[in-house]
T-cell receptor, first 117, second 115 residues
């Protein structure tokens, strides 16, 4: 079965510093990977996805993610963190494709990012 | 274009009561999903509907039923609520079931408490 792991429950970073939120995955076949962000009392918002091609994927709000096949990782990064980036971040992987089975995702447990002044 | 909408936003039930959570999308998406979110457990899929007229169980379907009323609407029913169903419920949709990298779009959630 497909799975993702987010090893850190919380990441703290100072505003202006670079941030990394870690994600590792386990899949059979090609990995289709996603990052979502959830602000307090809101639904999940799509940030970016990896399908194929360049290992560095750029997304919304200045975020990017680095796909590393050998390390089975898909870490989320941002060069300079903002206080407004404080939120809950989820990594997700597309479930194994079954015709007519929908685009199901398996989510990690989430990482709370706290950016402080 | 409202995207994915959910009603109600909040609900408190007593054990044994029933209720239906409503979800609608206006993006002409084929597939719809119901998740529950619990602290430390991420999102877990309850049921999904790959296309109008079909529904299938996800990871945690026990205690729930669903109805895909039409292409726009996908409801989740709790027949006899239990405290273990206290959670935040999210509905999501994707454009087609044939596009493997489809992005899921989420509603704002329903916060349910069962006493």
């Amino acid at each position: 079965a497909q799975s993702v792991a987010q090893p850190e429950d919380q990441v703290n970073v100072a505003e202006g510093n670079p941030l990394t939120v870690k994600c590792t995955y386990s899949v059979s076949g090609n990995p289709y990977l996603f990052w979502y962000v959830q602000y307090p009392n809101r639904g999940l918002q799509f940030l970016l996805k990896y399908i194929t091609g360049d290992n560095l994927v750029k997304g919304s709000y200045g975020f990017e993610a680095e796909f590393n096949k050998s390390q089975t990782s898909f870490h989320l990064k941002k060069p300079s963190a903002l206080v407004s980036d404080s939120a809950l971040y989820f990594c997700a992987v597309r479930d194994k494709w079954v015709t007519g089975g929908g685009n199901k995702l398996t989510f990690g447990t989430g990482t709370q990012l706290k950016v402080e002044l | 274009n409202a995207g994915v909408t959910q009603t109600p936003k909040f609900q408190v039930l007593k054990t044994g009561q029933s209720m239906t959570l409503q979800c609608a999308q206006d993006m002409n998406h084929n597939s719809m999903y119901w998740y529950r979110q619990d602290p430390g457990m991420g999102l877990r899929l309850i049921y999904y509907s790959a296309s109008e007229g079909t529904t299938d169980k996800g990871e945690v379907p026990n205690g729930y039923n669903v109805s895909r009323l039409n292409k726009r609407e996908f409801s989740l029913r709790l027949e006899s609520a239990a405290p273990s169903q206290t959670s935040v419920y999210f509905c999501a949709s994707t454009r087609t079931s044939g596009e493997r990298t489809d992005t899921q779009y989420f509603g704002p959630g329903t916060r349910l408490t069962v006493l």
